[in-house]
């Protein structure tokens, strides 16, 4: 079990937004960034979002990502079919450990 | 632009020792980053494995740490991991990849395309 907690799932249909969770610690989320990577099926994880909610070069800004306390969120809208993927958070711990979240699939329905 | 290759046997037996190279290209491993180990068994998520910097210095998944060590190779622009006492738990995809340490994070990024290790008799 991940010491980073997001749903395992998550869905919405072309055009709609969705909202996918990852809660942490005040040794993880609480005092670090949040990063986000999208993994599309059969290829290496991507850099969606860094330090929380900024964008790298590239990606549309139909992404974004948020973080509050001990929980970040990464936002997507304007759903597109293209987007089904699994999405994982990411922290620094401060235990001097990276760590992910278990990873959400996301599917356009 | 800094690219990453793994290599190294795709079956290792169980009990013995899995040992993955990383190759780095477009950019100089004694840069003032870390380079990372994440692997992902079948149908699993992402789990990080450690890191080292060019001077040698290491961090390690506690999970983990009394099994893995990652060395680096400056002569050779590249680092490597030595896993031990494996089981089929450890079956999984390897990724090597560069991380980009500031003072409250960790960016990973790019990533190396990955390679399967079995473990298997």
């Given at each position: 079990?991940?010491?980073?907690?997001?749903?395992?799932?998550?869905?919405?249909?072309?055009?709609?937004?969705?909202?996918?969770?990852?809660?942490?610690?005040?040794?993880?989320?609480?005092?670090?960034?949040?990063?986000?990577?999208?993994?599309?099926?059969?290829?290496?994880?991507?850099?969606?979002?860094?330090?929380?909610?900024?964008?790298?070069?590239?990606?549309?800004?139909?992404?974004?990502?948020?973080?509050?306390?001990?929980?970040?969120?990464?936002?997507?809208?304007?759903?597109?079919?293209?987007?089904?993927?699994?999405?994982?958070?990411a922290a620094w711990?401060?235990?001097?450990?990276?760590?992910?979240?278990?990873?959400?699939?996301?599917?356009?329905? | 632009?800094?690219?990453?290759?793994?290599s190294g046997p795709?079956?290792?037996?169980?009990?013995?020792?899995?040992?993955?190279?990383?190759?780095?290209?477009?950019?100089?491993?004694?840069?003032?980053?870390?380079?990372?180990?994440?692997?992902?068994?079948?149908?699993?998520?992402?789990?990080?494995?450690?890191?080292?910097?060019?001077?040698?210095?290491?961090?390690?998944?506690?999970?983990?740490?009394?099994?893995?060590?990652?060395?680096?190779?400056?002569?050779?622009?590249?680092?490597?991991?030595?896993?031990?006492?494996?089981?089929?738990?450890?079956?999984?995809?390897?990724?090597?990849?560069?991380?980009?340490?500031?003072?409250?994070?960790?960016?990973?990024?790019?990533?190396?395309?990955?390679?399967?290790?079995?473990?298997?008799?």
């Open positions: 079990q991940s010491v980073l907690t997001q749903p395992p799932s998550a869905s919405g249909t072309p055009g709609q937004r969705v909202t996918i969770s990852c809660s942490g610690s005040s040794s993880n989320i609480g005092s670090n960034y949040v990063y986000w990577y999208q993994q599309l099926p059969g290829t290496a994880p991507k850099l969606l979002i860094y330090r929380n909610n900024q964008r790298p070069s590239g990606v549309p800004d139909r992404f974004s990502g948020s973080k509050s306390g001990t929980s970040a969120s990464l936002a997507i809208s304007g759903l597109r079919s293209e987007d089904e993927a699994d999405y994982y958070c711990d401060d235990s001097l450990s990276g760590l992910f979240g278990g990873g959400t699939k996301l599917t356009v329905l | 632009q800094v690219q990453l290759q793994e795709g079956l290792v037996k169980p009990s013995g020792t899995l040992s993955l190279t990383c190759a780095v290209s477009g950019g100089s491993i004694s840069s003032s980053n870390w380079w990372s180990w994440v692997r992902q068994p079948p149908g699993k998520g992402l789990e990080w494995i450690g890191e080292i910097y060019h001077s040698g210095s290491t961090n390690y998944n506690p999970s983990l740490k009394s099994r893995v060590t990652i060395s680096v190779d400056k002569s050779k622009n590249q680092f490597s991991l030595k896993l031990s006492s494996v089981t089929a738990a450890d079956t999984a995809v390897y990724y090597c990849a560069r991380a980009i340490h500031d003072s409250s994070g960790f960016l990973i990024d790019p990533w190396g395309q990955g390679t399967l290790v079995t473990v298997s008799s």
